[in-house]
């Protein structure tokens, strides 16, 4: 298969570079802090209540993509429908964030709400543009240009949360009315940054119409058991669906409690905290290339593994960042910033190199309906991860509860061990082959 050309690759990646404005503005950098400690403000329990709220819309927006998402994608494979439901998630997501505007301290139902169908969206739609991926070029490709995507992005949310910092300011209640503008901020780069990709992404495939919605729900449904009966003979992919879970759950709690940790448990200063942005931004743009990189020349399974060892460093260095202060008689907050650099050069990579490995190991027919179980996995662990956070912290606190995230890594890096890149992507072309 041939390469896809440059302007389709570069339209595709323009949509993870517009849709990380909503990831860190919204849900790592500045709403979320500003949800646990001014919305819900209850500073007198640690912000307990705050994050716990918090982990409960994620993961309730989490559930509603699990619940849908496999189906879409059977739906969007029947019908060569994709750039369609793309474009309903993309507009549902500048909706909903646009009207963040509206939540006030005391007004947490309503932030709760904005954050489910915000959210939902947003995720549900980043399983719609993986989907395209394995029309963009060989197999072989795939980690290059998947890395592109990933190194894209965290250069639009660069963009989009730089300024955003410099024009809005710090998170705090003294500064709401400057700070409230975060929502239509992030909607206004979100609609327009992702313009390209509705230009130049091309929607391949043959489309087969049905009379009737209900039957295109039918049809999905009867394709998503077949799929799960025919998983048998897609034993790689199974393994990687399943540490994916594990990898995904820490992966969405390490975006989702990052900033709110920062500000919680190491107490940064603003300047410090806007350090850390930048400094995770590059590093994450350069893990991503560099491990897309690598993993067309050593194996995605290879960098897959790697990038899961640094994790359980990473989480584990950012626990003993107050101990390490003391140590070293430095200030926690400015050791914090060179653990967020090796965390950095895991966050995009590990999405990548997972995201890569899926296209690896997917027969093309079925690629929308193997990236929804790809995104189903990853919503079900996010559900897990951000619960199973949020109890920790209200018994145990915060800062001891991000151990949590080591362990859902160490068991990712355990089921990855069992992967055969090379026998999984046989099976893949084999089917392929068969199809044709």
Not at 17 to 46: C, E, K, P, S, W
Not at 88 to 108: D, E, F, M, Q, R
Request: net charge positive; aromatic share 14%.
């Amino acid at each position: 298969m041939q390469r896809a050309s440059s302007r389709e690759i570069f339209g595709w990646a323009m949509f993870d570079f517009a849709n990380q404005a909503y990831t860190l503005l919204i849900i790592t950098v500045i709403f979320g802090d500003l949800f646990t400690r001014v919305i819900v403000g209850d500073a007198h329990a640690d912000y307990r209540l705050g994050n716990l709220l918090w982990s409960i819309a994620l993961a309730v927006s989490y559930l509603l993509v699990v619940l849908s998402g496999p189906v879409a994608g059977a739906i969007m494979d029947f019908s060569a429908a994709r750039k369609r439901f793309l474009f309903a998630s993309y507009l549902l997501t500048v909706i909903s964030t646009a009207l963040l505007y509206c939540v006030a301290p005391g007004y947490i139902w309503l932030g709760m709400a904005l954050i489910v169908v915000s959210n939902f969206a947003y995720a549900i739609g980043e399983s719609f543009i993986a989907s395209f991926l394995p029309e963009l070029g060989p197999r072989e490709a795939l980690g290059w240009i998947s890395g592109f995507g990933w190194a894209l992005g965290y250069v639009g949310g660069l963009v989009a949360t730089a300024f955003a910092l410099v024009v809005l300011g710090e998170v705090s209640e003294e500064n709401f009315d400057r700070i409230r503008w975060v929502g239509p901020f992030a909607a206004v780069f979100f609609l327009v940054a992702a313009i390209p990709t509705f230009l130049w992404l091309q929607e391949r495939g043959r489309p087969r119409r049905l009379p009737r919605l209900h039957q295109y729900v039918g049809i999905g449904l009867r394709r998503v058991r077949s799929t799960l009966g025919d998983l048998v003979h897609y034993r790689d992919l199974a393994i990687l669906m399943v540490s994916v879970f594990f990898a995904m759950a820490g992966i969405y709690i390490i975006i989702a409690f990052t900033f709110i940790y920062g500000a919680q448990v190491i107490q940064w200063d603003e300047h410090v905290r806007v350090w850390m942005f930048v400094t995770v931004q590059l590093t994450a743009a350069a893990g991503a290339l560099t491990f897309g990189f690598m993993q067309d020349r050593v194996g995605a399974r290879r960098t897959y593994v790697m990038t899961l060892v640094l994790w359980i460093l990473a989480v584990t260095l950012i626990f003993a960042t107050p101990w390490l202060g003391r140590v070293l008689d430095l200030q926690a907050q400015y050791i914090f910033l060179v653990v967020g650099s090796v965390a950095g050069l895991c966050l995009g990579s590990t999405q990548s190199a997972g995201r890569a490995l899926v296209g690896v190991l997917s027969p093309r027919l079925k690629a929308a309906e193997f990236f929804g179980f790809w995104g189903l996995s990853s919503k079900l662990a996010a559900i897990v991860g951000l619960l199973g956070l949020g109890v920790l912290q209200m018994l145990f606190g915060l800062h001891l509860s991000i151990l949590f995230c080591a362990l859902l890594f160490a068991l990712a890096l355990v089921v990855a061990l069992g992967l055969n890149e090379t026998r999984g992507r046989a099976v893949a072309e084999a089917r392929d082959g068969r199809r044709g």
